[in-house]
């Protein structure tokens, strides 16, 4: 049970450039997210989905596209990275229902130049 | 939507001590708060939440209490290790399922 996986670990991107962020998870969970993490501004919530072929926005999901063909995963697209998105993002699972605990992936840490 | 506030940003404890962090939310229907811990390079992990229908609850050292009436709820470390410096998040679920979390606190507990 390796838990939530994300990679890569870490990106280096030119403005302009696209990229795909990986995201599986094996706990058989519904609920799947994507946060990033500035400092001072805390986690926000990008995208989220509550099932296979569902998907919704959240906070801050301008200049991001996310997809959900699969239960396991979740992958959080940038079409046309900016600097603005110079961040570090995370992935997190949880049951739809019953527990609220939130899985975090390690973590991936892009740069846009 | 719900608004998560958090204070202070940072914080400085001796080891000993102890640490109190305070949330507050907008959103009076929310329903669940947890706590995350960040260590340096790693991923947030759960260390205690609590559910809108009770007032406090305490794990060993730490502990967390909620004013449902004055919407804040704060995480209270005791007898403060080094091992407990890290970032703290505070959460707050609204009744549509999402999490939103506070800006994060800086504890150091200095040896």
């Known amino acids: 049970n390796a838990g939530v996986t994300q990679t890569p670990k870490f990106q280096v991107l030119k403005t302009g450039q696209s990229m795909t962020l990986q995201c599986a998870q094996d706990?058989?969970?519904?609920?799947m997210s994507w946060y990033r993490q500035d400092p001072g501004m805390g986690l926000r919530l990008i995208h989220y989905?509550?099932?296979?072929?569902?998907?919704d926005q959240g906070e801050v999901p301008n200049g991001y596209n996310v997809s959900r063909s699969t239960t396991e995963d979740f992958p959080l697209r940038l079409l046309s990275a900016a600097p603005s998105q110079t961040s570090v993002y995370f992935c997190?699972?949880?049951?739809?229902?019953?527990?609220?605990?939130?899985?975090f992936g390690a973590g991936s840490r892009l740069t846009v130049l | 939507g719900e608004n998560v506030e958090q204070h202070p940003s940072t914080l400085s404890v001796q080891e000993g001590d102890s640490a109190v962090i305070k949330c507050t939310y907008s959103?009076?229907?929310?329903?669940?708060f947890p706590w995350y811990k960040q260590e340096l390079g790693k991923r947030p992990q759960l260390i205690i939440d609590?559910?809108?229908?009770?007032g406090e609850k305490k794990d060993q050292r730490i502990a967390v209490t909620l004013n449902k009436t004055a919407k804040h709820f704060s995480l209270h470390i005791t007898e403060t290790q080094p091992e407990d410096s890290a970032v703290y998040f505070c959460?707050?679920?609204?009744?549509?399922?999402?999490?939103?979390f506070g800006t994060g606190t800086s504890l150091t507990v200095i040896p």
């Open positions: 706990m058989n969970h519904e609920y």
């Open positions: 609590i559910r809108s229908n009770v």
């Open positions: 959103d009076s229907a929310s329903n669940y």
């Open positions: 989905s509550v099932g296979a072929g569902i998907t």
């Open positions: 997190a699972s949880r049951e739809q229902n019953g527990a609220n605990v939130l899985t």
């Open positions: 959460a707050a679920r609204d009744t549509g399922n999402q999490f939103y």
